[in-house]
């Protein structure tokens, strides 16, 4: 089977990435519908204490209403407490024991040395007394019994023979040894120590707690329980208009939403459900796709960002599905922040901020109390949002969840004196799974390096890690090329204070400016900033040969860039800050001692292409401004002013920023920018 070329898979991508896409949205949607759960959406949002300002709602069915969990669990108590724990009677054991004491007292009466004339007395006397023990019973008192006193009610089973008892007429090992004292103390004439020992190794429980029986019945009452308490009849008017939402009518309203689920388990169409699930995710993902073509028309051309976006997306909701059908206790263990804070990462802000407005919209039809839960959501979502628009640091990532923690508490603070109207019966422990949810989001920062990496994306926290100077490619040419280090240094905060001027990636740009000029590292004496000595090796070549190598420099950048894994976001710099523009001095240098021979231009011209973005369009122009400022003799604000102009306008006649989306409100604010901080790097006194 003959297998296609690279440049023919990327053609029949392109001629069916439309398809592609739609089949990726397919799929999207598919899948959160498959996971959502499949039951029927109760209509109706309800608060205990808030005001019913729909209509009077009327009860389409009979249903039980259902009693609180305090009810249940005060009837649990009740019952609980008229089941007695059972013990079980062994016979045996008395037997047993009295025989052994009999066998005792012969081993040990030889050796007591005592009146052999009453040894049947001391016989008789120790049987009779270890069977009133026996016979009346003995047990060890359980803890789980003896809440509201020492002794409890018990019944005992002897044969499967029923008869209760307490505690109190039985004995404890405790008691049969003082009962077995006090009864030897009748007997004045006998070695009561002798007796006591004989009779204490003999002492053994003969009623023993079923756990299991007593467990058993316990559930058994519990599991008989009524769960209900009164009807609502069909007509009943379940609450009207205006009414307050109190204990009773919160509780019918609870019971009447539990009918209407279960009645839709039974009775509602799986279909028609399925269906509606579908048109409501697949209207949301169209939203998104309609964004994207509207306001990112570069993601939404990429397919591979889009699969990006409407994977982060399905997980999301795809791991609400899963809580949902393991019953988590609370839904906001679940971190639902981190959708926002990786797409705004790896975008932007407007894109994070409507996909997490989308994913809370699916979500709060799933979930209980959907208005409570999108109000907290859709706040900690733009506060996370906010909290990174500028990422420069990583410890941003640390501030921001604690902003997210500070904007979650005041949220909860707010609804719960909302709902209760008072401090002291906010459960404050409600407040754990928020903070929970918090520390999950930090994972979105090893997210965010997965998605890098497998989606072939360069995020903030990359472009902060390559603008560290101790960076390897950076350090290389710190040391190689010292003079064009210093040059690119300049350069990177020229174009950065001009692109949060004007609106842009700041790191990124400050990315490229660092890493333009990495080619001059080849062969750094032939440019003129690392030159010290005064020797200049131009000098010895034909001013085409110098201009080829300097011109060289962009595509040997593109070349050790490459090889360093720099992103190709970074590279577009080291191809586009020279644009298509001539070598100049060599051209002009060449036209005026060889006037009459013929020159093909493109030998002095850069390959291009020009720059593409803001961004690159800033850097060209920070480049030519530092490198000329360089040349000034004596430089003063009149002289910086008009080189920056210069400079800016030939960049303009020459069409080096017609892709850039740059405007000329944008142009001024730059020169502005430049003229100000050449003058203060100059040391230029300005008169005034």
Known sequence: ???????????????????????????????????????????????????????????????????????????????????????????????????????????????????????????????????????????????????????????????????????????????????????????????????????????????????????????????????????????????????????????????????????????????????????????????????????????????????????????????LSLAIKLQLPNFYYIPYCIVPIIIRILFDTRLALNIHLLVVLIAGFFVPNSFEFAYFEITAGMVSIYSIKNLIRREQFLISALIITFTYFVAFLGISLVREGTFTTIDWVDFIPFAVSVLLTLLAYPLIYLFEKVFAITSDITLIELTNTNAPLLREMAFSAPGTFQHSLQVANLAENAIYAIGGNALLVRAGALYHDIGKMENPLFFIENQSSGFNPHDKLPYEESAQIIIRHVSKGIEMARKANLPEIVIDFIRTHHGNTRVDYFYQSFLKNFPEKFINENIFRYPGPIPFSKEAGVLMLADSVEAASRSLKEPDEESIGILVDRIVKYKLDQNQLNDSNITLKDLETIKQIFKRMLMSIYHVRIDY
């Open 1 to 319: 089977m003959a297998k296609l070329s690279s440049s023919r898979q990327k053609a029949l991508l392109r001629k069916y990435a439309l398809n592609v896409k739609f089949f990726m949205m397919l799929v999207s949607v598919a899948v959160i519908v498959y996971a959502l759960p499949k039951q029927a959406k109760f209509g109706y949002e309800y608060e205990k204490g808030r005001i019913w300002n729909q209509k009077d709602l009327v009860s389409p069915y009979n249903f039980a209403i259902l009693k609180t969990n305090a009810e249940i669990d005060a009837d649990q108590k009740a019952a609980l407490s008229a089941v007695t724990p059972i013990y079980q009677l062994n016979n045996d054991i008395a037997a047993q024991q009295l025989e052994g004491f009999k066998n005792d007292f012969e081993i040990r009466w030889h050796a007591a040395g005592l009146n052999e004339k009453q040894k049947n007395t001391y016989l008789q006397t120790g049987s009779t007394i270890l069977k009133a023990v026996y016979d009346k019973g003995m047990l060890k008192l359980n803890p789980k019994y003896q809440q509201t006193g020492k002794n409890y009610a018990i019944t005992v089973l002897n044969d499967n023979v029923a008869t209760d008892k307490n505690t109190a007429d039985l004995f404890t090992r405790e008691r049969a040894i003082a009962y077995c004292d006090f009864e030897i103390g009748k007997m004045p004439g006998l070695d009561k120590p002798f007796l006591l020992n004989l009779l204490q190794d003999r002492l053994q429980t003969n009623l023993t707690y079923d756990a299991k029986l007593t467990a058993r019945l316990e559930k058994e009452v519990t599991e008989n329980l009524s769960i209900t308490r009164g009807m609502v009849q069909k007509g009943e008017t379940i609450i009207g208009k205006g009414s307050v939402i109190n204990d009773e009518a919160y509780q019918k309203l609870a019971s009447y939403k539990k009918a209407f689920e279960d009645n839709a388990r039974t009775n509602g169409n799986h279909t028609l459900v399925l269906l509606g699930q579908f048109l409501l995710v697949g209207i949301t993902i169209t939203l998104l796709m309609v964004f994207l073509y509207l306001f990112r028309r570069d993601i939404y051309d990429d397919n591979r960002l889009v699969s990006l976006i409407l994977l982060v997306i399905t997980a999301m909701l795809a791991t």
